[in-house]
């Protein structure tokens, strides 16, 4: 087992990317701690880990509060005594919208999420970490964080900034044996792509089915990522596997391009 008895919390544990992750984590041997806002997401992501034998343990959290994100750290510490691995999955899609059409809360709101959230969790998990002198990090970030993303700018600039974080505190905590890297899918099958396209349908009255058409030629494979995809790299990124790579954005976008 690739992370025997190592202490993970994953944010956006409930669903999508961030549950994948925490099921393939308890599956190599990790004490997985989800966090999200929605407990009942987080209940049905611990409950799937149980029943195949795992460890794990929901804490309620909204990343974007500082104090949430304190509580949360806290109460893993106080029940496993170290962090040894944070994936920072936590993040919302935002509006689709022309930045002349956006509105200030929106925008505020992606980035507290996203960008901020990101930075308290890692802040927080240092603070341990450092002392110890050892930890990974492991962000989660996007193409949209690559690219320039026309109607989606708030999610678009979060995600370029989780890049600069990545490299950053690669720089920062490198001296104390910590590592910090970078996901950046594409398009992901399941419930997000889905909400993001049936929202771009709507602000540009172009069907549904036409977009999703067109998503797939994007791709060099002609399919969006698979959660369980993301999940392998995270596992790869949090291993042992991987020791000599920090500061790095790792692409999973099965081949992910603009079609003229």
């Given at each position: ?151 989606r700018s708030p999610y678009c600039v979060s995600k370029w900034g989780i890049i600069g974080l ?25 419930e997000r792509l889905t909400n993001v396209v049936m929202g771009r349908s709507k602000a540009t ?44 954005t790792l692409v999973v976008n099965c081949g992910h391009h603009i079609v003229q």
């Amino acid at each position: 087992m690739r992370l025997k008895d190592k202490v993970a919390i994953v944010t956006g544990g409930g669903r999508g990317i961030g549950k994948a992750i925490s099921v393939a984590f308890a599956s190599e041997g990790a004490i997985v701690i989800t966090a999200a806002r929605n407990p009942s997401k987080l209940d049905e992501t611990i409950e799937k880990i149980k029943s195949e034998g795992g460890r794990a343990k929901a804490i309620q959290t909204d990343v974007s509060d500082e104090k949430q994100v304190q509580r949360m750290v806290a109460e893993t510490l106080n029940a496993y005594g170290k962090v040894d691995i944070l994936v920072n999955n936590s993040g919302i899609g935002g509006p689709t919208a022309k930045i002349v059409d956006l509105r200030l809360e929106d925008w505020n709101e992606v980035l507290a999420i996203n960008l901020t959230g990101n930075m308290l969790c890692a802040r927080e998990v240092l603070k341990h970490m450092i002392p110890h002198g050892r930890g990974n990090i492991v962000n989660i970030g996007s193409d949209g964080g690559r690219f320039g993303y026309p109607m989606r700018s708030p999610y678009c600039v979060s995600k370029w900034g989780i890049i600069g974080l990545t490299e950053t505190l690669a720089i920062e905590v490198g001296e104390y044996n910590i590592r910090v890297n970078c996901i950046s899918p594409a398009a992901v099958s399941g419930e997000r792509l889905t909400n993001v396209v049936m929202g771009r349908s709507k602000a540009t009255g172009v069907p549904f089915e036409e977009l999703m058409s067109k998503i797939a030629m994007n791709y060099s494979l002609h399919r969006p990522t698979e959660e369980a995809e993301v999940a392998a790299a995270a596992v790869f990124l949090a291993s042992d596997e991987s020791s000599g790579v920090t500061g790095h954005t790792l692409v999973v976008n099965c081949g992910h391009h603009i079609v003229q």
